[in-house]
């Protein structure tokens, strides 16, 4: 991993970014450690401990000039199982460290990498379309923030639904990802769904729906804003994936509308005291 200026974490392996929360965790871990409780000094016991070379995870840090800070091993869980084996590089004593750590360092580089599609407030989008190959939904949110369908038809829709799709949208981050960058092969070339948020600052995102996965209930999905085909769940699809009669606002009928009117009326009209005429 190699941080870049204004880039983030760069998983130099694969030329993917990393997931921030991970690394800040992994940095945070490494601030904690502590030589308070030292579990050896025989280096005839860093095979048991499995603090070596082969054994244990190497971990190296380097600061901006490429200077070695920190080189260490992590090795076996402790007795108790909430604590691990730490040596550092060229030392004889080893550490038991308080946690389970040795998960924190040790992830494939699949693990590593950042997961998030999209990650903004929901509250921005001021616009959204739903394009299928059978019907294209755009969905307005006016000025009171009020979700209205604009097209194919025009009036209310209801609001849970229209804010699921935003905040789904908006916080969108993957389960996984597809094995190449070819579209053609996940059919995000021709989409089955296309789904385009506006937002207030007039900007515009993106989101590509291909094929389904053969084994699993996820899919294909790509933003042009970056670079990996993702998979998502099929929840995550639905929920954002909605029909003209999903979004609707039912309008409500004409009984239930004056029961209504009559009933609010009763509630307001003002209680009238009854005089006492029995003698005092």
Do not use: C
């Amino acid at each position: 991993l190699e941080k870049k200026e204004g880039a983030g974490i760069l998983g130099t392996t694969d030329g993917f970014f990393a997931d921030p929360s991970l690394v800040d965790t992994t940095l945070t871990t490494i601030e904690n450690f502590s030589r308070e409780n030292i579990a050896s000094k025989n280096p005839k016991n860093h095979e048991l401990f499995e603090v070596t070379p082969g054994k244990g995870v190497e971990v190296t840090l380097f600061d901006h000039t490429q200077n070695n800070v920190a080189h260490f091993y992590l090795g076996k869980t402790g007795p108790d199982f909430f604590s691990t084996y730490l040596r550092k590089e060229g030392a004889d004593e080893v550490i038991l460290a308080s946690g389970s750590i040795k998960s924190v360092f040790d992830k494939s580089v699949k693990n590593w990498r950042d997961k998030t599609i999209f990650d903004f407030p929901p509250a921005t989008i001021t616009q959204l379309i739903i394009k299928t190959p059978s019907q294209e939904i755009t969905l307005e949110k006016d000025d009171t923030g009020v979700w209205l369908m604009t097209t194919p038809e025009k009036g209310m829709v209801k609001k849970e639904e229209a804010e699921a799709i935003a905040t789904t949208f908006a916080s969108l981050k993957a389960i996984d990802f597809a094995e190449d960058e070819k579209l053609e092969t996940y059919q995000l070339d021709t989409p089955e769904i296309t789904i385009n948020a506006i937002l207030d600052a007039k900007e515009e995102k993106q989101l590509l729906v291909g094929k389904k996965h053969e084994e699993k209930s996820q899919y294909y999905v790509k933003t042009p804003a970056k670079k990996p085909v993702f998979l998502i769940g099929k929840y995550q699809v639905d929920t954002m994936n909605k029909t003209v009669q999903d979004l609707k606002e039912e309008e409500k009928k004409e009984e239930e509308t004056k029961a209504e009117e009559e009933n609010s009326e009763s509630k307001n009209e003002a209680t009238v005291p009854v005089p006492n005429d029995s003698p005092s």
